[in-house]
């Protein structure tokens, strides 16, 4: 009478595209949402003892290709060119911790080239947990080589930057297809911030700053 009890018990569920972990390549889609910061250093030898920072995250959004290569069990290497888009107001105060002036808006259109390490864990019926892992290279597209005198910001950035990153995630195992959640941080290598020819008119904005760098957190839905 216990017999089919236990073997009902210790039955797994029906898996989803079992055969999808033995493709060696295969491609996908990525959509997502990121938060873009900065990490500020300021310069100990300002006399404005300005200090600054993002007060505000605003949101943004990824779009990316998925290029997935198997070499092992568990581990993959991904490659997943795509763009970014994301807005950063950077906030100035005095030594007594009041506005300086106007935020400055700084936006930015990446275009990006993730390459990736991926380990997976064991597959459980639907699902599989992993961390991931890599470095991206960045070009924004919407650092600008002058600045706009029309517009109140004092800063320029540049165009090219390097981040590591390092996240973790969740492949489900749909009927026809995976979905993976996956939460990302991104840090950047690089001080960014263009330290040559200061605004002629608001030089302190610049000067007030020894580093800037970059940081995105990102959630991303890949589909592949």
Same mark, same amino acid.
């Given at each position: 009478?216990?017999?089919p009890?236990v073997?009902t ?5 029906p ?8 493709? *060696? *390549? ?8 990121n938060?873009m ?6 310069n100990?030898? !300002?006399p ?8 505000? *995250?605003k949101p943004g ?6 290029t !997935? #290569?198997?070499?092992?069990t #568990? ?16 906030n100035? #105060? ?17 275009? /990006? ?9 064991m597959r459980l ?14 070009y !924004? *597209?919407?650092a600008?080589? /002058?600045?706009?005198? /029309? ?9 090219a930057?390097?981040y ?27 001080d960014?911030?263009?330290?040559d020819?200061p605004?002629?008119?608001?030089? /302190?904005?610049?000067?007030?700053i020894?580093?800037l760098?970059?940081?995105?957190w990102?959630?991303s839905?890949?589909?592949?």
């Open positions: 009478m216990l017999i009890v073997a018990a210790q039955k797994a569920k898996k989803n595209d079992s055969n999808y972990d033995e493709r *060696l *390549l295969h491609f996908g889609f990525s959509m997502g949402l938060t910061d900065f990490n500020v250093k300021m100990p030898n !300002d404005n003892n300005w200090t600054a920072e993002v007060v505000s *995250l959004i990824n779009i990316q290709i998925v !997935d #290569y198997r070499p092992t #568990y581990l993959d290497v991904r490659f997943l060119p795509g763009v970014s888009f994301g807005q950063r107001n950077l100035f #105060y005095d030594e007594n911790g009041d506005l300086v002036n106007d935020k400055q808006q700084l936006e930015s259109s990446f275009l /990006e080239f993730p390459l990736l390490l991926k380990a997976k864990g019926n639907n699902s599989r947990p992993y961390l991931i892992g890599g470095v991206n290279f960045r !924004d *597209l919407a600008k080589k /002058e600045y706009d005198e /029309e517009s109140d910001v004092y800063i320029r950035l540049r165009k930057d390097l590591y990153e390092v996240g973790a995630g969740i492949d489900f195992y749909l009927p026809y297809f995976k979905l993976t959640i996956e939460a990302k941080m991104s840090n950047g290598l690089r960014v911030l263009v330290h020819e605004h002629p008119y608001h030089p /302190e904005y610049v000067n007030s020894e580093s760098k970059s940081q995105m990102v959630l839905f890949h589909f592949e």
